[in-house]
Each structure stands twice: as structure tokens, then as C-alpha cells.
């Protein structure tokens, strides 16, 4: 035994739908639960139940528990358990939830990645609802947001919460740790039906293919066929330089994303709302991006007052050529979506396009014109991008064409 | 000692009678028809009144005792003045310092301000407090500790109660940010505005004495009273009757929760869907972050339709008196103010209108306000949030 006594979780007068544990392992004497909760008199007898049920699991006959409970779900409360538990003896053994049945979706590799929620690791009161806020994606992070000290236990956490907590469709991703650590936790990730796992503080191809070769390795295990996709972010200069090889380092890259606090701070400048600093390096990950086949994603908007500031840098982030940013409060999200999506004006321009493109083809005429315009092939591809995407996101109906008024159609006919 | 109980329309086992006084089961929506003729207060002349209509008095105390403040009488005291208020608390340290007992306290809201009164109840002085009881007053409450039985009534059901003489009120003092010496009285102006004194219009007309506490006393005539001075005994002036900053509650900034958000905005889009927003439409905003929030995303739809609300109804609020200024609002009628933004848009917006709670949630009346209005927000009680 390291250590007597191992606490796990969280406590205190703003900690929400979480629970501490400390427990301790005795030689002899049963197992004493000690259970402080405001919701004892409802939940008591199941919060006790379950964490016998997991002492059960673990063989342990013989301990005290003190729960401090704050409204934790059961998964909360069997995740604590098991890192206290693998604070105090080695086990290979995982107390796994049910998987949800609402959870068993699949992704895509080229769905819209607007807007993803960051939810940090080891809070389990931001994640529960966070499904509701219609995010494209949700992001479990076990990096930046998780303190080093409860890294393991925000680990199991995250494993349960991708288990058992519904994100009503949106895409399953979670940030993994840099380095060795990252690698580890693949482990308690990947058998759970994560969709994309974003690899921090990329540097060069090697680190994506450390990444790759252990979630290889993990799903030839278990005998796991779904794809995993990744999404390298790059946060340095040397990342900027070989963004390129990283994009293009395997066929399971669908995004990579800039993360401009880190890269900033390499650069050793501040970090301006104007961008200038990062304009540079913006550029070049779109190119990279758009040269390797991938979505450029970019950095976060940390100011989650400000909700015009982000409305005006998702504007400047779209005309750069990114497809998406990272949100880290629900507020953010609807701003993102809306701001990358297609607006009034560019949808009704394409169609005009559109239209008189299709006009001028029927009529067998080699030059297209709209007003006094003319109308290279680029730029009707481009319109057709801009419908087709209108079309998926349900601002355009499929049937558009037809249900033009008559007149405007009349026009162009 | 055994309690005769009767099983209502509702399938609850309900007393026949408390405090002594029998009271009338639940029969069901629209069943039960009062009969008989509303409560009056004695005719009063104009001969126990001085000719030149100055009633200021020299403290409350000499008012109080100037009304015969007696064991056993009913107290009733507004809660327009919420946290910051200095009046309640005071009438009973006298009637406590005069050795008067068994009184009942009947405010028409109580804030954590009011947590002293636990000293009256203890010491005799109050006997039960019939109206709000919330925080460690409520708490007190549950434990048993008081010596009446408590009676909460909801704020319609106060005005009910009064006018059809279930409670009698002895006394009412009525705390006025601005008054004359008649006894005229209104909410706004002075230190101590909180706005309307909605809550406070049928005390006023229907107990035996009234009783009005300002610190800001000007000359005849004080306008637009809300109070009439002809129902008015005594004015008492005082340095403070109020803590400003905490008059004006802290319940009208809209939640910062990201879920509760949500819950608001998905309510503006249902209620947009379904057709019951709609040009014309009459609404109430409600206090409390999710229903405030619910009227932001109510005045975004508004505005984008080009549709204006007929009126609101308040407690109003500064998210209702923004609808108001930029045009998406005809009228608030305004039962309390919440904030200061409303305070002062009562005095400066014609069309932000003072408006008594008689004639909205009273079910005893000709007509009531709230079955007219399309959109009433309605907290969840907590325990099943």
C-alpha cells in the first residue's frame, strides 16, 4: 500500500453534481460508509448500495468510506470510488457503467465541426447538460483544464462520462494529454465510442503517429472496428512550420486546429484581439489545412463576456478560411455556429449565380453574366459549396429551385 | 386538542377552521360563490380631523397609540420597501417596549430584513404572522415555535381576504417614500423611492386606521397619490424608512446559467410557434433569472417581427421598461417595481402605469387581470427544479 488514506474528487460550497471520497483500507472491521449528502434522505440508500457494490468489485472487504456528496450522478460517485480505490492497490480492472444505448452513433469525416464545447475533465457539472446546447461537437478535456494532480481520476471520469452521459448527437471528442501521459489516456477513451480525439501541442507527423500506432494497438485489442478520427492542434512555431506534414500525416486527420495562447506565448508577444501577431501562422494552417484535404479549425475566444468581440472574430476567422472554433461556454455556441454558416446575402447571391449558370448552360451559351459580371467556373463552384452547405445546415431546402418566387426566377430564365 | 378536518375538491384534508375562525374548504374552480357585502371600515368625520388637513404626528409610536394599539389587534404592512425596509420591524420594538401581546402581523411580504421580528414572536408580542414567510422566519415557522398558526396567502388572496373581511386590519402602517401632511402618498421620489405601492392601495382603503411613515414630506398636494390622504389617520416623518440600496431587489438581473438560458430561449421560441406571441399580445415578465430571461428573448422576436406587446404587467423591470423605450411595449401596468431602472421609468414614461394588485389576482372581483393576459411566467417551486 503507497498511502492510508486516498481522497478523490471534489468538495466545497460551489462544487455542483460531484462527490468526494476518502477511503481507507483496513486489515479488518467491515466496511463503515460514512455518507454526508443533502439528498440522503432521497438517495442515501442507493449512494450506499453503490459504493459497496464497487468495493464488492474490487475485492476490498474491509474499509471506510467518507463521502462528502454535492448531487453526484451514480457514474460520478463509481468513478471517485474507482480512483480511490486505484490510488490505494494496482488493478487493471475498470468499474464500467452501462454504455448508454442513445450513445451508440457514429460520426463522419466530413461533418460541419463549427462549434465544439470544451467541457474540462474533472467537472462533472458542466458535462451533464451540455449536450442540450446543440454544440457540433462536444470536447472531454483531460489537458489544459484538468490540475496535474487529479489527471487519474479525471481520466475515469471522462471514461464513465462517455458511458453514460447523452450528447444528444453531438460528435464525441476528447482532448488527450500531451506526450506520454496522452498515450495512457487513450486507454480508458478509446473502447468507449470517442469519435475524435484532439492531440494538444503537435510539434511534427512523429507525434500523430505515436497517437495513432497506440489506438492501433488498443483497438486490435478489444477487436474495435470504428474509425477514430483526429484532430492534431498545433501551438507553437515549430508546429506552424511543419503543419503541412502534420495535416497530411494520416488518413484519420479530418480537422487540425490552432491553439493561439500557447503559440503566442512561443512567440514570446501578446496575444491582441486584432491578431496580427497570428495572423501569419492562421494563414498558413488554413493553407496547410485546405492542402492536405482537412478542415482549418480555429483557436478559442477566451473572453466569454464579450459577445460581440466573438461574433466580429468568427466573422475576421471565416474570411481567413476557417471552418470552426472551439467554445468553452455554452453562450459561444449558437454566436460560432451562426457566424461560420452561410449568411442571408451569401446564400441568395449563390443562388443568383446558381441560377444563371444553369440558365446559360441550357441555353448553350459559353460565357455566364450576372449583371455586368461575368462568372468564371470557380465562382460557380464556389456558390455551389456555399447552397450545398446552406442545404445541410437546413437554412435552404433541398428544392430551392422550385420554390423560388416566380418573378426572380423569370429573370434569369 | 383535535382538529375538524374536511376532505376539499383538491382530495386534501383541510382544517374547518383556524385561528379560531372558520374558513371555507376548496370546492373546486368557479364553485364557491361569496355571498354578502364587502368588508367596510367605520365611517369616520371629518370633525376628529384637523380643518387644515395637517395629520403629522410627532413618532410613530404616538401614532400607534393614537390608533388605541391594543392586544389581539391585526397589524398590516406593506413590502414595497423589500430588504431596505425600516418600517415593520419598528412598529413592533414599540408595541413590544408598550407591553402589548398577541398581535398579528400581517405583511404582504416578508425579506430577510424582517428576521427581528423572531424576538416579537418569541416574546409574546406577535402571536402569528399571516401573509409570506421565508428564510429563518419561515424556518422558525416550520419548527412549530409560533403560537398562532401560520397562514400564507398569495398576494391575490391577500387583497381577497381584506376586502371580504376574512382579516380585518386594525391598523395599517404604510411606509411612503414621498408624502404630504394629508396623508397623500406615493412610491417614487426622495431616498427611499422603490416605485409603486401596489401591495399597499387595499390596506389603505380597508383597515380601521392607517398610519403613513415617510421621509420625504412634501407640500399638499403629493402627486399622483397612490395612497388618498381621506383614508389616511396619521403621517408620521422619520429620518429613514428605507436602506436604498436594498430596496430594489436582486432578482431582475437575467441568469448567467448557460442551462437556464436554454430553458428561456426555447420557451421564447415555443411560445412563438405556437402562436401565442403574437402582435398584440399581453404578458407578464415576472422576477427571477429564467423568467426574466424569457422576456429578453420575448423583446428579440418582438422586435424582429415588428410586433408589439398591447401591455405588460408588472412587477416591472428594466428588460420590460427597454421593451417600453424602444417601442415594443404600449403600456406597463405596474403592481411593484424591481429595480431602478423601473422606478425611474415610472416617473418619466406616461405610459408606465402605477396599478394595484386589487384589481389582478383579487378572484373576488368583477373580472380579473390575470386570466386576460396571454403569457404568465411561473416558478417551479424548488423542490422539483
Not at chain 1, 437546413?394 to 423569370?410: F, I, K, R
Not at chain 2, 420597501?81 to 398577541?102: C, H, P
Request: a neutral charge; aromatic letters at 6%; hydrophobic letters at 40%.
Amino acid at each position: 500500500m503507497k498511502k492510508s488514506i486516498a481522497i478523490a474528487g471534489n468538495t466545497g460550497p460551489k462544487v455542483r453534481s460531484d462527490c468526494e471520497i476518502a477511503l481507507e483500507i483496513n486489515s479488518q472491521g467491515g466496511i463503515i460508509i460514512d455518507l454526508n449528502s443533502k439528498v440522503k434522505a432521497l438517495y442515501g440508500d442507493s449512494i450506499i448500495k453503490l459504493i459497496r457494490e464497487v468495493l464488492e468489485f474490487y475485492g476490498i472487504k474491509h474499509a471506510n468510506v467518507k463521502i462528502t456528496d454535492s448531487g453526484a450522478l451514480s457514474f460520478v460517485i463509481a468513478a471517485r470510488m474507482e480512483a480511490a480505490v486505484k490510488q490505494l492497490i494496482k488493478t487493471d480492472l475498470d468499474y464500467l457503467p452501462d454504455f448508454l444505448i442513445e450513445n451508440n452513433y457514429s460520426t463522419t469525416r466530413d461533418r460541419f465541426r463549427f462549434s465544439r464545447l470544451y467541457l474540462p475533465g474533472n467537472n462533472p457539472a458542466l458535462m451533464i447538460n451540455a449536450g442540450l446546447h446543440s454544440a457540433d461537437g462536444i470536447i472531454l478535456d483531460l489537458e489544459d483544464s484538468v490540475a496535474p494532480e487529479k489527471k487519474n481520476e479525471a481520466r475515469i471520469l471522462v471514461r464513465n462520462a462517455l458511458r453514460q452521459i447523452n450528447f444528444f448527437g453531438a460528435e464525441r471528442m476528447v482532448r488527450i494529454n500531451h506526450g506520454e501521459r496522452g498515450l495512457e489516456d487513450l486507454h480508458q477513451v478509446i473502447p468507449h465510442n470517442v469519435h475524435l480525439v484532439l492531440i494538444p501541442k503537435c510539434e511534427s507527423a512523429e507525434d500523430i503517429k505515436d497517437v495513432e500506432k497506440e489506438i492501433s494497438r488498443i483497438k486490435s485489442v478489444i477487436d474495435l472496428k470504428n474509425q477514430v478520427f483526429l484532430m492534431p492542434i498545433i501551438e507553437s512555431a515549430l508546429g506552424v512550420e511543419n503543419s503541412f506534414d502534420i495535416a497530411r500525416s494520416s488518413e484519420n486527420i479530418v480537422a487540425v486546429a490552432i491553439g493561439l495562447e500557447d503559440y503566442t506565448s512561443d512567440l514570446g508577444v501578446q496575444r491582441t484581439f486584432e491578431g496580427k501577431e497570428s495572423f501569419y501562422a492562421r494563414t498558413r494552417l488554413v493553407v496547410a489545412a485546405r492542402a492536405a484535404g482537412i478542415q482549418p479549425i480555429d483557436s478559442v475566444f477566451s473572453d466569454v463576456a464579450d459577445m460581440e468581440g466573438l461574433k466580429e472574430t468568427v466573422l475576421r476567422s471565416k474570411a481567413l478560411g476557417f471552418e470552426g472554433m472551439g467554445c468553452i461556454h455554452p453562450r459561444q455556441v449558437s454566436i460560432i455556429r451562426q457566424g461560420y454558416a452561410p449568411d442571408e446575402t451569401e446564400i441568395e447571391k449563390s443562388k443568383k449565380i446558381v441560377l444563371a449558370y444553369e440558365s446559360a448552360r441550357q441555353k448553350g451559351l459559353g460565357v455566364v453574366a450576372l449583371g455586368s459580371k461575368m462568372i468564371d467556373p470557380p465562382v460557380v463552384a464556389r456558390a455551389q459549396k456555399t447552397i450545398d452547405l446552406a442545404i445541410r445546415l437546413g437554412l435552404l431546402t433541398a428544392n430551392w429551385v422550385n420554390e423560388m418566387p416566380v418573378q426572380e426566377n423569370s429573370v434569369l430564365n | 386538542m383535535t382538529v375538524n378536518t374536511l376532505k376539499n375538491a383538491a382530495g386534501r384534508s383541510v382544517p374547518l377552521e383556524i385561528n379560531g375562525q372558520p374558513v371555507i374548504p376548496f370546492m373546486g374552480v368557479g364553485k364557491y360563490k361569496p355571498n354578502g357585502r364587502r368588508y367596510a371600515p367605520p365611517i369616520p368625520t371629518c370633525s376628529d380631523y384637523p380643518d387644515d388637513g395637517n395629520k403629522v404626528v410627532g413618532s410613530l409610536a404616538e401614532a400607534l397609540q393614537k390608533c388605541g394599539l391594543r392586544d389581539g389587534m391585526t397589524i398590516s404592512t406593506h413590502h414595497h420597501l423589500r430588504d431596505g425596509d425600516l418600517v415593520s420591524n419598528k412598529v413592533f420594538e414599540l408595541a413590544s417596549a408598550m407591553g402589548v401581546k398577541d398581535l398579528v402581523w400581517f405583511p404582504s411580504a416578508s425579506f430577510p430584513c424582517n428576521n427581528p421580528i423572531i424576538k416579537y414572536l418569541d416574546d409574546g408580542t406577535i402571536n402569528r404572522i399571516e401573509g409570506s414567510m421565508n428564510g429563518p422566519l419561515g424556518r422558525y415557522v416550520s419548527e412549530g415555535k409560533m403560537k398562532g398558526t401560520a397562514v400564507l396567502r398569495s398576494h391575490g388572496g391577500r387583497v381577497q381576504a381584506i376586502q371580504d373581511g376574512e382579516v380585518k386590519i386594525d391598523i395599517a402602517v404604510l411606509a411612503a417614500p414621498t408624502a404630504d401632511s394629508f396623508g397623500n402618498a406615493k412610491g417614487t421620489g426622495g431616498t427611499s423611492a422603490c416605485g409603486v405601492l401596489g401591495y399597499a392601495k387595499a390596506d389603505s382603503v380597508y383597515a380601521d386606521k392607517v398610519i403613513v411613515v415617510t421621509d420625504n414630506l412634501i407640500d399638499l398636494p403629493c402627486f399622483p397619490m397612490e395612497i388618498e390622504g381621506n383614508y389616511v389617520d396619521y403621517v408620521v416623518v422619520v429620518d429613514k424608512i428605507g436602506i436604498p440600496e436594498k430596496i430594489v431587489s436582486g432578482t431582475t438581473e437575467i441568469t448567467k446559467s448557460p442551462d437556464r438560458l436554454l430553458i428561456a430561449d426555447l420557451t421564447a421560441l415555443f411560445l412563438e410557434k405556437s402562436g401565442i406571441l403574437r402582435d398584440g399580445v399581453t404578458m407578464q415578465a415576472g422576477a427571477g433569472g429564467t423568467s426574466l430571461a424569457i422576456a429578453v428573448f420575448v423583446h428579440n422576436i418582438l422586435k424582429n417581427k415588428g410586433w408589439k406587446c398591447r401591455f405588460g404587467f408588472g412587477g416591472s423591470t428594466k428588460h420590460m421598461v427597454k421593451m417600453l423605450e424602444e417601442g415594443q411595449m404600449g403600456y406597463i401596468l405596474d403592481a411593484q417595481a424591481f429595480d431602478l431602472d423601473s422606478v425611474a421609468s415610472i416617473e418619466k414614461n406616461a405610459s408606465h402605469i402605477p396599478y394595484p394588485v386589487f384589481n389582478a389576482y383579487n378572484y373576488h372581483s368583477k373580472g380579473n387581470l390575470t386570466s386576460m393576459m396571454d403569457i404568465i411566467p411561473c416558478k417551479v417551486p424548488w423542490s422539483i427544479r
